[in-house]
């Protein structure tokens, strides 16, 4: 009979092979990102260093623990546990630098939005990009339709409200000016800095997430270390899990 309960150590495999199928994947992704990297390496491609290190970590970690599962040696268990702890400190300390810097980037962003707006209209071919802008992400100046004085651009006339960033809202154009009679209500500054916040919140979805799933790991292999530390000690049958 083993050491640890038959229930928690089937659960605390399955989801280990499930984060070294994970590890898999990531692996896989690496190589084709690689290759796409050297490629444009001639160009300053990215380094993809990063992808390799969590990929292994992951498919790495994932095999260590199965095996301290299966072999219910002490030490693997600790070696183990001792992993979930410093991925959990990283994982929080990551997420709140993530955090953080959303909410000075979306401090900084509001604060410049005004001045860049008043550059782009005094130069010719910086409104004409701003009007493909608007024409795309189905939006209306920079950080508003007065950007544009008293002559709103067709660019602006709220047609079409489903834009690539979701669907949009039409409001009037300002009182005294000229131009379509229903404009994009949002503004560019707005969309864009969405795509940002998208990345932002991703990001924090995956390392809270990660933190929440090593503190279970870390919490089952110190009930597993326990479970086994105490069947050596009395030499006796593996305890039930309902006693812990």
Request: glycine share 10%; hydrophobic share 50%.
């Amino acid at each position: 009979m083993g050491k640890i309960n038959g229930c928690l150590k089937c659960l605390f495999i399955f989801f280990n092979v499930l984060f070294a199928i994970v590890g898999c994947v990531l692996i896989y992704l690496a190589v084709e990102v690689t290759a796409v990297a050297i490629q444009m390496s001639a160009f300053g491609g990215p380094n993809v260093g990063w992808i390799w290190v969590i990929a292994f970590g992951i498919f790495g970690i994932s095999s260590l623990g199965i095996f301290a599962a299966c072999s219910e040696k002490v030490l693997f268990l600790k070696i183990f546990a001792g992993f979930m702890g410093i991925g959990m400190i990283i994982m929080l300390i990551f997420g709140t630098v993530v955090a953080v810097l959303r909410n000075k980037v979306k401090d900084m962003y509001q604060h410049e939005a005004k001045q860049f707006a008043t550059h782009i209209m005094k130069d010719t071919d910086s409104k004409k990009m701003l009007e493909r802008i608007q024409e795309i992400v189905k939006c209306c100046g920079v950080v508003g339709a007065d950007d544009w004085g008293t002559e709103i651009p067709l660019s602006c006339d709220c047609k079409d409200t489903s834009g690539p960033l979701g669907h949009t809202t039409c409001k009037s154009k300002p009182m005294g000016s000229t131009g379509p009679a229903q404009i994009y209500s949002m503004t560019c500054s707005d969309s864009i800095f969405s795509i940002a916040d998208m990345f932002f919140k991703v990001s924090m979805g995956f390392l809270f997430g990660f933190a929440v799933t090593a503190l279970m790991g870390l919490l089952i292999s110190i009930l597993m270390i326990h479970q086994v530390t105490r069947h050596d000690s009395i030499g006796g049958p593996s305890i039930a899990m309902k006693g812990y």
